[in-house]
């Protein structure tokens, strides 16, 4: 299981977002995981970050990742990024990939700020913009069992 990847196949399902699509096996999408290709010029990458520590025994991991929109267009970046802070923002206690090979329990997912975060332009002088995400996930282990 890969929670960035869950999460990668999740943000195309979200209101306003099916112009995205994430495709690992080709370079059809323009939705990334752990990287942001130099095209399309629309794209989203999604990276890992540093979780919070687990100070408990609960069968919980505390992931955090980092959401970066990209586009040619000042607003449209701003748009995208903006209805994926809105629609990840409150996703709680739902599966991210569902009877897939990422299949997660989500049990709630929070940005770090409300609106987009504009990182000026990229190398190409497209617009980026960027939000990080805490998450909580239901992963049970050997030592943090499930329903103790």
Not at 1 to 12: D, G, H, L, W, Y
Not at 27 to 32: K, R, W
Not at 57 to 79: C, G, H, I
Request: proline share 8%.
């Amino acid at each position: 299981m890969s929670f960035i990847r869950a999460v990668c196949k999740t943000i195309p399902t979200l209101t306003g977002l099916d112009a995205l699509t994430f495709d690992e096996t080709t370079t059809t999408g323009n939705v990334f995981a752990g990287t942001m290709p130099s095209s399309p010029d629309m794209a989203v990458a999604v990276y890992p970050e540093p979780g919070a520590r687990q100070p408990t025994k609960a069968p919980t991991d505390l992931p955090a990742f980092r959401v970066v929109v990209r586009d040619v267009d000042y607003f449209s970046a701003e748009q995208t990024a903006g209805l994926i802070i809105a629609g990840l923002t409150c996703l709680d206690g739902v599966w991210l990939d569902q009877d897939g090979d990422d299949e997660v329990w989500l049990i709630g997912c929070t940005a770090a700020f409300s609106t987009p975060t504009p990182l000026g332009r990229d190398a190409n002088r497209r617009f980026e913009f960027v939000d990080y995400f805490d998450a909580r996930i239901h992963n049970p282990t050997t030592h943090r069992p499930a329903g103790v």
